[in-house]
């Protein structure tokens, strides 16, 4: 069999890896820069898409028409997603079921835009083989539903990729700590990542991994913590500057950036400090690791809820795991580990990178299809329970969550009237007793029923969940023994025609070539810090000679006449000169700043030595 | 092929747990679709049926009262829906008190719960706990041993118990679910606590 890769499709971060033949050990592909993750992120500019640092280095001057966290968005319908639309700066729109993204005067739906980054992957991967790459395991968080799953397989075959499995992030972990560092025995992994959180319970024995329940939330994780932080900081620019900057998607973006950079630093240090020119002011903040937690304390208490409810799944107590394995960027969080440690009475383990390990348990997986391990196997579940709707939207449960899969169910059906030849099916998943209350998967019509009187026809419809826990549906009329044919209609997917359409069109969002790309990049750099001195110009000018003033004024214009060229050479030349003509300036705004913030204290202190 | 001799087991209650985990791990290395990766569609779809038909399998006779639910469909030649539930039915005796606790209930729901009120619903939802443990012991235990030492006459009026004992524990159970909410104490008041 030919080589598989196992990707881990992120919400902030997305890694491919695969495990070496020579050491039998998984490993990241990093990119030509050493870099292994690639920021989930795309940027569409009139001059092409950029992928990864360069897409992420857009967000501030491209918002509209940047995507960012857009696994937030996979499978989803607009009624599912309008809550949180306000955060992110590019329009989304309702389609016909999923939704849309409006990115300049083109739409492109959440399985495209996760189809580009898993074509830089791939690209990734075939250059560090040295031939093509085809087939690959995608990772997905274990509380994803059908249609998350399938929009997740819908962008792999958009990107190229035959993806011969959907892997669960949390088993997917459990298999890299498999390989040596897991004693048999009851585990429980934690994954939290940029916007999913999952809790999985497996029992580890003679090689088998078996999943005993799974829990979670496909709306929570780091980006949360961002956007608590994010909310707190307009308040406090609102009352210090007396200006609400929640409506400038520029500003939201420069924030956003900080929080989370804020938030990462919070994790080893006990306190850090902000400092943001904006037009008309500079925002200067410290924040204490005290102050985060206090902001994200019920967010990281509201996945308690999940690992409860998998433990009672799996009738064992906290008392009963043996090991407490964490994953995901997000459990670097000291709040988090203290809480995980809590609940489970036991220090977790991290010693493998929690931003790889799922990748590199995907590598295990993709191995073990292609043949290369044989005395491991994954037996993973289905997280949701499957149902159809019966009379009165009551829903009746063909498969219960957490049962293995593959799995499988049949169902009678018949007619209600006589000489009916079509029958309807709602298929949900979850677990309220109302259908409406629950996930609509797919409405099924089966077609070509001969006509008799009612309740004569017996079809039997088997319920298939394979191994990637996604639905397959097959019937069969019994008095006949011929297959009765079924036209899916899935609620939040996409139809067959539209996949192949996109599959054609995914070269037009190529990414763009190389010497494009780093123009594109050359001038946003010096859009950036042109800005950034006419900004400082404005507002601490006159704190340095006339004469500084000038030379400053002579590097903008000659990086103004450099960036209308195409020469990347001297736009990068323009950029360096100008930055360097302002080092000075930037030193005595910085130091007037800091004397702004400290100058109450100092008053203070001046006080008490009185 | 039933659910049993997908194991090669007899059709036998009382089974070794760590015994039957151990056969679904080695027969989960034969069957499992990931070491089958290789092979022609038609092949993959046979192994694919016959995995989950042990996943199935598995699930239906790890737990002793799954175990016998699975039975008596078995015995009745009602093999369709997994894990259909007998129908819940009030066990006659305890009628008269099923009686007093749903008036106590709709109370409860009218939101006329004083604290002896609910004093009285969470000694009555501990009594019927009390009983569904009992029921589990006597399905899973006396019920099961006479099972396996019984013939063919025997076994057909072992098959009305378990209907009935299965019916009484189907019945407590919603009871409890509902005593439950009334008290306020479904986990994280989360719905998703339903149980299969």
Same mark, same amino acid.
């Given at each position: 069999?030919?080589?598989?890769?196992?990707?881990?499709?992120?919400?902030?971060?997305?890694?491919?890896?695969?495990?070496?033949?020579?050491?039998?050990?998984?490993?990241?592909?990093?990119?030509?820069?050493?870099?292994?993750?690639?920021?989930?992120?795309?940027?569409?500019? &009139?001059?092409?898409?950029? *992928?990864?640092?360069?897409?992420?280095?857009?967000?501030?001057?491209?918002?509209?028409?940047?995507?960012?966290?857009?696994?937030?968005?996979?499978?989803?319908?607009?009624?599912?997603?309008?809550?949180?639309?306000? +955060?992110?700066?590019?329009?989304?729109?309702?389609?016909?079921?999923? $939704?849309?993204?409006? $990115?300049?005067?083109?739409? *492109?739906?959440?399985?495209?835009?996760?189809?580009?980054?898993?074509?830089?992957?791939?690209?990734?991967?075939?250059?560090?083989?040295?031939?093509?790459?085809?087939?690959?395991?995608?990772?997905?968080?274990?509380?994803?539903?059908?249609?998350? @799953?399938?929009?997740?397989?819908?962008?792999?075959?958009?990107?190229?990729?035959? $993806?011969?499995?959907?892997?669960?992030?949390?088993?997917?972990?459990?298999?890299?700590?498999?390989?040596?560092?897991?004693?048999?025995? $009851?585990?429980?992994? +934690?994954?939290?990542?940029?916007?999913?959180?999952?809790?999985?319970?497996?029992?580890?024995?003679?090689?088998?991994?078996?999943?005993?329940?799974?829990?979670?939330?496909?709306?929570?994780?780091?980006?949360?913590?961002?956007?608590?932080?994010?909310?707190?900081?307009?308040?406090?620019?609102?009352?210090?500057?007396?200006? +609400?900057?929640?409506?400038?998607?520029?500003?939201?973006?420069?924030?956003?950036?900080?929080?989370?950079?804020?938030?990462?630093?919070?994790?080893?240090?006990?306190?850090?400090?902000?400092?943001?020119?904006?037009?008309?002011?500079?925002?200067?903040?410290?924040?204490?690791?005290?102050?985060?937690?206090?902001?994200?304390?019920?967010? *990281?208490?509201?996945?308690?809820?999940?690992?409860?409810?998998?433990?009672?799944?799996?009738?064992?107590?906290?008392?009963?795991?043996?090991?407490?394995?964490?994953?995901?960027?997000?459990?670097?969080?000291?709040?988090?580990?203290?809480?995980?440690?809590?609940?489970?009475?036991?220090?977790?383990?991290?010693?493998?990178?929690?931003?790889?390990?799922?990748?590199?348990?995907?590598?295990? =997986?993709? =191995?073990?299809?292609?043949?290369?391990?044989?005395?491991?196997?994954?037996?993973?579940?289905?997280?949701?329970?499957?149902?159809?709707?019966?009379?009165?939207?009551?829903?009746?449960?063909?498969?219960?969550?957490?049962?293995?899969? &593959?799995?499988?169910?049949?169902?009678?059906?018949?007619?209600?009237?006589?000489?009916?030849?079509?029958?309807?099916?709602?298929?949900?998943?979850?677990?309220?007793?109302?259908?409406?209350?629950?996930?609509?998967?797919?409405?099924?019509?089966?077609?070509?029923?001969?006509?008799? &009187?009612?309740?004569?026809?017996?079809?039997?419809?088997?319920?298939?969940?394979? /191994?990637?826990?996604?639905?397959?549906?097959?019937?069969?009329?019994?008095?006949?023994?011929?297959?009765?044919?079924?036209?899916?209609?899935?609620? +939040?997917?996409?139809?067959?025609?539209?996949?192949?359409?996109?599959?054609?069109?995914?070269?037009?969002?190529?990414?763009?070539?190389?010497?494009?790309?780093?123009?594109?990049?050359? @001038?946003?750099?010096?859009?950036?810090?042109?800005?950034?001195?006419?900004?400082?110009?404005?507002?601490?000018?006159?704190?340095?000679?006339?004469?500084?003033?000038?030379?400053?004024?002579?590097?903008?214009?000659?990086?103004? /006449? /450099?960036?209308?060229?195409?020469?990347?050479?001297?736009?990068?030349?323009?950029?360096?000169?100008?930055?360097?003509?302002?080092?000075?300036?930037?030193?005595?705004?910085?130091?007037? /700043?800091?004397?702004?913030?400290?100058?109450?204290?100092?008053?203070?202190?001046?006080?008490?030595?009185? | 092929?039933?659910?049993?001799?997908?194991?090669?087991?007899?059709?036998?209650?009382?089974?070794?747990?760590?015994?039957?985990?151990?056969?679904?791990?080695?027969?989960?290395? #034969?069957?499992?679709?990931?070491?089958?990766?290789?092979?022609?569609?038609?092949?993959?779809?046979?192994?694919?049926?016959?995995? !989950?038909?042990?996943?199935?399998?598995?699930?239906?006779? #790890?737990?002793?009262?799954?175990?016998?639910?699975?039975?008596?469909?078995?015995?009745?030649?009602?093999?369709?829906?997994?894990?259909?539930?007998?129908?819940?039915?009030?066990?006659?005796?305890?009628? %008269?008190?099923?009686?007093?606790?749903?008036?106590?209930?709709?109370?409860?729901? !009218?939101?006329?719960?004083?604290?002896?009120?609910?004093?009285?619903?969470?000694?009555?939802?501990?009594?019927?706990?009390?009983?569904?443990?009992?029921?589990?012991?006597?399905?899973?235990?006396?019920?099961?041993?006479?099972?396996?030492? !019984?013939?063919?006459?025997?076994?057909?009026?072992?098959?009305?118990?378990?209907?009935?004992?299965?019916?009484? #524990? %189907?019945?407590?159970?919603?009871?409890?679910?509902?005593?439950?909410?009334?008290?306020?104490?479904?986990?994280?008041?989360?719905?998703?606590?339903?149980?299969?």
């Amino acid at each position: 069999m030919s080589r598989i890769v196992g990707i881990d499709l992120g919400t902030t971060n997305s890694l491919v890896a695969y495990v070496d033949d020579a050491t039998g050990l998984p490993r990241v592909i990093p990119d030509r820069e050493g870099q292994a993750l690639l920021p989930s992120v795309v940027a569409f500019t &009139p001059a092409g898409v950029l *992928v990864g640092a360069a897409a992420k280095r857009q967000l501030v001057r491209r918002p509209e028409t940047t995507v960012y966290s857009v696994k937030r968005l996979m499978g989803r319908g607009y009624e599912d997603v309008k809550d949180e639309l306000c +955060y992110f700066p590019f329009r989304v729109r309702p389609g016909d079921g999923i $939704v849309k993204i409006q $990115v300049g005067d083109r739409e *492109v739906t959440p399985p495209e835009v996760s189809a580009i980054v898993l074509k830089s992957l791939k690209e990734r991967a075939e250059t560090h083989f040295g031939e093509p790459v085809e087939k690959a395991v995608i990772t997905v968080p274990a509380y994803f539903n059908d249609a998350q @799953r399938q929009a997740t397989k819908d962008a792999g075959r958009i990107a190229g990729l035959d $993806v011969v499995r959907i892997v669960n992030e949390p088993t997917a972990a459990s298999l890299a700590y498999g390989l040596h560092r897991l004693r048999e025995g $009851v585990i429980a992994v +934690y994954d939290l990542g940029g916007g999913t959180f999952d809790i999985s319970i497996l029992r580890v024995k003679d090689g088998v991994f078996e999943v005993l329940a799974t829990n979670g939330n496909t709306r929570l994780g780091g980006d949360d913590f961002d956007r608590a932080i994010v909310v707190w900081l307009l308040d406090d620019i609102l009352a210090g500057h007396g200006v +609400y900057l929640g409506r400038d998607n520029e500003a939201m973006q420069e924030l956003r950036l900080a929080a989370e950079a804020a938030k990462i630093r919070l994790s080893t240090d006990e306190r850090t400090a902000l400092t943001m020119p904006f037009d008309a002011f500079t925002y200067h903040r410290e924040i204490t690791r005290a102050d985060v937690e206090a902001l994200i304390g019920k967010l *990281v208490e509201s996945t308690l809820g999940p690992c409860r409810m998998a433990l009672a799944d799996t009738g064992l107590a906290a008392a009963d795991i043996d090991e407490v394995v964490l994953v995901g960027g997000s459990t670097r969080v000291p709040l988090v580990r203290r809480r995980v440690q809590e609940l489970f009475g036991k220090t977790p383990h991290s010693q493998l990178n929690p931003d790889e390990v799922v990748a590199l348990g995907a590598a295990v =997986q993709a =191995q073990i299809l292609a043949g290369g391990i044989t005395n491991m196997l994954l037996l993973d579940v289905t997280p949701l329970s499957l149902g159809i709707e019966t009379l009165g939207g009551i829903v009746s449960v063909l498969i219960p969550r957490n049962t293995t899969i &593959p799995t499988s169910a049949r169902e009678m059906f018949t007619t209600s009237v006589d000489g009916q030849t079509v029958v309807d099916m709602h298929v949900v998943q979850g677990e309220r007793e109302l259908a409406k209350d629950c996930r609509s998967l797919a409405r099924f019509e089966l077609r070509g029923v001969d006509p008799m &009187p009612a309740g004569m026809p017996k079809i039997e419809v088997t319920f298939l969940i394979d /191994a990637n826990g996604i639905l397959q549906v097959t019937a069969k009329e019994l008095r006949t023994g011929k297959a009765a044919a079924i036209e899916v209609k899935p609620t +939040y997917g996409l139809a067959e025609g539209e996949i192949e359409r996109m599959v054609e069109e995914s070269f037009a969002y190529a990414e763009a070539d190389v010497e494009a790309r780093l123009l594109i990049e050359a @001038r946003n750099e010096a859009d950036t810090v042109s800005t950034h001195v006419e900004r400082a110009l404005r507002q601490g000018g006159e704190l340095v000679a006339a004469e500084e003033r000038e030379r400053i004024r002579a590097a903008l214009e000659e990086l103004r /006449a /450099a960036r209308a060229t195409d020469d990347r050479d001297r736009i990068h030349a323009a950029t360096t000169a100008l930055n360097r003509a302002t080092e000075h300036l930037a030193e005595v705004m910085m130091d007037a /700043a800091l004397k702004g913030a400290l100058g109450s204290k100092r008053a203070a202190e001046i006080m008490e030595t009185k | 092929m039933d659910y049993f001799e997908v194991f090669g087991l007899p059709r036998r209650l009382r089974l070794d747990a760590a015994e039957l985990q151990r056969k679904f791990y080695e027969l989960s290395r #034969r069957t499992h679709p990931d070491f089958h990766q290789a092979e022609p569609a038609e092949a993959q779809a046979r192994v694919l049926e016959t995995s !989950a038909r042990l996943n199935a399998a598995y699930r239906a006779l #790890r737990d002793p009262i799954a175990r016998i639910e699975y039975l008596v469909r078995l015995e009745e030649g009602r093999d369709t829906k997994e894990g259909a539930a007998e129908k819940p039915q009030a066990p006659p005796e305890l009628l %008269a008190e099923m009686f007093e606790i749903q008036e106590a209930l709709e109370e409860a729901k !009218a939101g006329g719960l004083d604290a002896a009120g609910r004093g009285a619903l969470a000694a009555q939802r501990d009594r019927l706990a009390a009983r569904v443990l009992g029921i589990e012991s006597d399905l899973a235990g006396r019920l099961s041993e006479a099972w396996d030492r !019984a013939v063919a006459e025997e076994r057909r009026r072992l098959i009305g118990q378990f209907r009935e004992a299965l019916a009484a #524990r %189907a019945y407590l159970r919603t009871v409890l679910d509902d005593l439950g909410t009334a008290l306020g104490e479904s986990q994280d008041g989360h719905v998703a606590n339903r149980r299969h």
